[in-house]
């Protein structure tokens, strides 16, 4: 660090110097936090074997810890670079490993790390980057290197407008005369947005207005459609409630979701998907764009569930004994 702040001090100062100067004391700076990193982690737990417990349950599965430490494979990413960690780990008993469970190193779940190579704020990173980048994308970004988990409650609404295509059916085949058409359409719609109970109020004018007309077979099918879309909905229709709560009542919201959530981030030139990972980029720009982005990453690093000691650690530098 001293030497790039010389040699920076020693030349004619010109926007390149500058340029080159702080693009190397960025690269330090870096450099000492990766270090830190490593240097820290690799200091938590003890060097003596017998400091540790010698066995642990994760899950309800008891596993043994090894007599010495290993690097993990392939080395840990951080939002510094990547870190090498050398950890005990722990095997499950023979009759698990019949069974294909695999070993795991209990410094690593106390650390958080996420998918086994990486830190828990490089996992919030790489997660805020996917939501609105593609995976190329988010690579080269990281060439260095409300209330979640409560349901939601759903209200179905029909489409206002849509529904109003249905009064313009009934209004079409229960009047001859246009104005007369008209003038109950308008007076429909406007109960239909403003008043309580309206489909069941619009359904007996046009009951009571269809008693009086005979109609051909066609027209009469087409009332029956009209009418019975509208009664079998009606529970979705209630607009004046809706408009009171605050509710969208048309679906141009909705269809500007879509492009919002979907489309800008799904639907680029090339792009196919399967199931999985949609779902999992779909969760992540969710909780972004609904602002709950730090709630939901903090929520999710407090329920990584952590390994429990069978037998009490010696070791006072590592808090594996208040994990039981």
Known sequence: MTQAVMAFLAQSISPQATFEFEK????LLREIGRQTLELVFNRLEPADPESLPK???????????????????????????????????????QEAREDGQKSFAPLEWQLGIVGENATPALAERVGHLAVGHTQREVLQRLADPRHPGRRLTWTWVVDFYHACEYLAKLAQV??????????WLKRMRHWLKHEWRAVFRILHSAAKHRSQRMLSATAAESYHKAYNYLNTHQGSM????YRRQGFPIGSGVREAACKTVFTQRFKESGMTWKLEGGRTILVLRLAELSGVWNTAYSDFLQSRPIAIPITKPSYEGIDYAEAA
């Open 174 to 183: 229960l009047f001859d005369d246009a104005r007369a058409s008209h003038a």
């Open 24 to 27: 190397e004391l960025e690269r």
């Open 238 to 241: 209630d607009y004046c409630a």
């Open 55 to 93: 066995r642990f349950t994760r899950q309800q599965q008891e596993y043994s810890r090894k007599q010495e430490k290993t690097n993990n494979r392939g080395g840990i990413g951080s939002r510094f670079g990547t870190i090498q960690l050398r950890r005990f780990s722990c095997e499950p008993l």
